[in-house]
């Protein structure tokens, strides 16, 4: 397993509810089948910069008053800007229903498949990065990470700084098909993608330096959009979360897609 992969696992003791660098507890089963991810709980990804940058690019530092929580429990289900409603199941959406999927779909050693099955999964947009933030989505938040670790990795610098100037990177409209490791968004006619070497003919837009890294800032200047609904450009454009944003686009294309079959 490479660094990449880290990438991906450093946020799984949230889908048990545990915050990022508290202690995860496994049951025995747990422990014997899963062995190999334990020690890649809450990997540790500050020396990279990347985790940082993407948390940023959607949420404000977490306050240290827990009284302060958005909902009233801590809870890592994320509620649904489309329809207000928590993701959370008893029955049907919690660690005990999903644990197996979650296992199955971090155990791909392959980490381009792994960036595409998890642009396309379902499960993991059930969960936000912070109780303060329920809005925001930590599959996105992974999948931010992953592109500006993609970007790292080709700059050649060992470490991305949040305070800098964006890094030349841009927001770049491309395919539906082209869903390499920068791709943060993979929708039926389009993908959307974190990259500094856009092509001339593809419509980007930078996204800008800190503390002005707003998506819908950045959603306003691309020079082209893919055709959606106005009622949908426009709230992507009131939108200044990254997560938030890719997370609404991805409920409002299913419900579309729903709709017209």
Request: one cysteine or more; proline letters at 6%.
């Amino acid at each position: 397993m490479d660094e990449r992969h880290k990438v991906y696992w450093h946020d799984l003791g949230k889908y048990k509810q545990v915050r990022h660098g508290a202690e995860v507890t496994f049951t025995p089963d747990e422990l014997t089948r899963f062995q190999r991810f334990v020690g890649f709980w809450n990997a540790d990804l500050k020396h990279l910069g990347v985790d940082s940058w993407a948390a940023r690019m959607s949420r404000s530092p977490m306050p240290n008053d827990s009284s302060r929580l958005a909902v009233g429990d801590e809870t890592f289900y994320r509620i649904s800007l489309l329809t207000s409603l928590c993701c959370y199941d008893p029955e049907e959406f919690m660690w005990a229903a999903v644990k197996e999927h979650i296992f199955e779909l971090h155990s791909i050693e392959d980490p381009e498949k792994l960036h595409r099955i998890w642009l396309k999964d379902c499960v993991v947009s059930g969960y936000n990065e912070s109780p303060y933030h329920p809005y925001t989505s930590l599959k996105y938040h992974t999948v931010l990470a992953a592109s500006l670790y993609d970007n790292l990795v080709r700059s050649g610098k060992g470490r991305m700084e949040y305070t800098d100037g964006g890094e030349g990177i841009c927001m770049v409209l491309r395919g539906p098909t082209d869903l390499q490791a920068t791709c943060i968004f993979a929708g039926p006619e389009f993908s959307l993608h974190l990259d500094r070497e856009a092509r001339p003919s593809e419509p980007a837009a930078p996204i800008g330096g800190a503390p002005a890294r707003n998506f819908g800032d950045v959603w306003s200047n691309m020079p082209r959009l893919p055709r959606l609904p106005r009622r949908v450009d426009a709230m992507l454009r009131r939108i200044a979360s990254w997560t938030v944003a890719l997370q609404y686009l991805e409920e409002v294309l299913e419900r579309e897609s729903e709709c017209s079959s």
